[in-house]
């Protein structure tokens, strides 16, 4: 497994009235990806931002941005979040009946297509989708929301998602969501997870703590 840990802000923790420049000061402060939570109130009761947003922050930064789609229904909104610059597009297992068809839409738009789990959802579902993923999304909390505890069971899923993709032979991001803290980036590492995506823990503190946190959470 890749042995370098990326860690991914999410910019839901961030001062919603300064994005570009919540982007910029993590960007400075080493994140390797930017996260960005896309909510629709319907698959998940929350709202957030839509294509517009990322198109408007893609100046302030050159880091991957990793656009987290908890939308449904997705395919209508992929053109749109690839053209406003997101890098990789990460859609829910669980938002649609065609998610086989989805990944190569996201792949055939020229983006690197992500794949994401609820924490109820078992890691079979990925059987027929690992070739067709640069990115595996362990949700470790109900998507919705910043600010929640770890739920620790989903460490078992990573674990297996770890040794079927080194079975495979294959290179993919193993990504975790949720509750991320110093804490808890230790056992999801220890699991086999190789992006950390973490909103309170580093945006805690203000701009003058990003860089601190996300060197804590790398460990
Ligand atoms: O996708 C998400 C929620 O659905 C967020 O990325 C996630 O919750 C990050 O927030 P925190 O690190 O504060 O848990
Ligand atoms: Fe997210």
């Known amino acids: 497994m890749s042995n370098t840990i990326k860690i991914a802000p999410s910019i ?3 001062d919603f009235a300064k994005l570009g420049e919540e982007v910029r000061a993590v960007d400075l402060a080493g994140a390797d990806y930017i996260h960005i939570d ?3 109130g319907h698959y998940v009761p929350n709202i957030t931002i839509g294509p517009d947003v990322v198109k ?7 880091k991957v941005f990793d656009v987290h789609l908890m939308i449904a229904p997705v395919d209508p909104y992929l ?8 890098d990789i597009i990460t859609v ?3 938002a649609g009946p065609h998610t086989h068809r989805t990944l190569q839409a996201i792949r055939n738009l020229g983006k690197k297509p992500g794949i994401s789990l609820n924490p109820s959802t ?12 640069n990115l595996i999304l362990v949700m470790s909390v109900n998507p919705g929301f910043g600010g929640q505890s770890f739920i620790t069971s989903q460490l078992r899923k990573i674990e297996a998602i770890r040794k ?3 079975a495979l032979g294959l290179d993919i991001d193993l990504q975790v969501d949720g509750g991320v803290n110093v804490e808890t980036a230790k056992q999801v590492i220890a699991a086999g997870a190789n992006v950390l995506v973490a909103g309170s ?12 946190n996300i060197k804590a959470l790398r460990g």
């Open 12 to 14: 839901l923790s961030a």
């Open 56 to 62: 408007a922050l893609r100046p302030h930064s050159d």
């Open 38 to 40: 896309v909510m629709d």
């Open 122 to 133: 078992p890691e079979s579902v990925l059987e027929y989708l690992y070739e067709d993923v």
């Open 79 to 86: 053109e749109a979040f690839a053209n406003a610059g997101s």
């Open 164 to 166: 079927r993709i080194e």
């Open 92 to 94: 829910h297992a669980e």
């Open 201 to 212: 823990a580093t945006f805690k503190g203000g701009p003058s703590k990003y860089a601190e």
